[in-house]
């Protein structure tokens, strides 16, 4: 079953990401608390999603401990494919968002985890930038639903 595994938020860009156990979600506006929360906020703002399947790989093909938050995205998920995603609407939890876009990595990010590599393995493994289409609270172990008609 596919689930939330990690949480994470921060208020202002370039600080450390910090885990939490629960987020509150505004519909097209974000995270509240998050540095991207906005009242006219851009859908590839909203709230950002990866794969912990993803940052294993990464950790174990180059020995690595690199914890799931510090790949700076919001929600980190087991047991779904999130690239099938764009263009579809699904729910977390009780929140339903659509993937608008595939997160790609960034300069930002390799340097951060000083990891020159980061750009070239998480090109198509870099998670999912979502639209939040509904208001509610995400928390780790909520379950997520691909298959809405």
Same mark, same amino acid.
């Given at each position: 079953?596919?689930?939330?595994?990690?949480?994470?938020?921060?208020?202002?860009?370039?600080?450390?990401?910090?885990?939490?156990?629960?987020?509150?979600?505004?519909?097209?506006?974000?995270?509240?608390?998050?540095? =991207?929360?906005?009242?006219?906020?851009?859908?590839?703002?909203?709230?950002?999603?990866?794969?912990?399947? !993803?940052?294993?790989?990464?950790?174990?093909?180059?020995?690595?401990?690199?914890?799931?938050?510090?790949?700076?995205?919001?929600? &980190?998920?087991?047991?779904?494919?999130?690239?099938?995603?764009?263009?579809?609407?699904?729910?977390?939890?009780?929140?339903?968002?659509?993937?608008?876009?595939? $997160?790609?990595? $960034?300069? =930002?990010?390799?340097?951060?985890?000083?990891?020159?590599?980061?750009?070239?393995?998480?090109?198509?493994?870099?998670?999912?930038? $979502?639209? &939040?289409?509904?208001?509610?609270? &995400?928390?780790?172990?909520?379950?997520?639903?691909? !298959?809405?008609?």
């Amino acid at each position: 079953m596919s689930e939330i595994l990690k949480l994470g938020i921060v208020n202002k860009n370039n600080l450390p990401i910090n885990e939490v156990n629960e987020i509150q979600v505004i519909a097209n506006q974000g995270i509240v608390g998050d540095r =991207h929360f906005s009242e006219f906020n851009d859908p590839y703002n909203q709230i950002s999603i990866i794969e912990s399947e !993803n940052i294993d790989y990464y950790n174990i093909k180059y020995g690595l401990s690199i914890p799931y938050v510090n790949f700076r995205r919001n929600v &980190i998920t087991k047991g779904v494919r999130l690239n099938e995603l764009v263009g579809k609407k699904f729910l977390v939890g009780n929140v339903e968002l659509e993937g608008i876009d595939l $997160c790609r990595p $960034c300069k =930002h990010l390799a340097e951060t985890l000083n990891q020159d590599n980061i750009i070239k393995e998480f090109l198509r493994r870099g998670g999912l930038r $979502c639209q &939040i289409l509904s208001s509610s609270i &995400i928390k780790i172990g909520d379950k997520i639903k691909t !298959n809405l008609l």
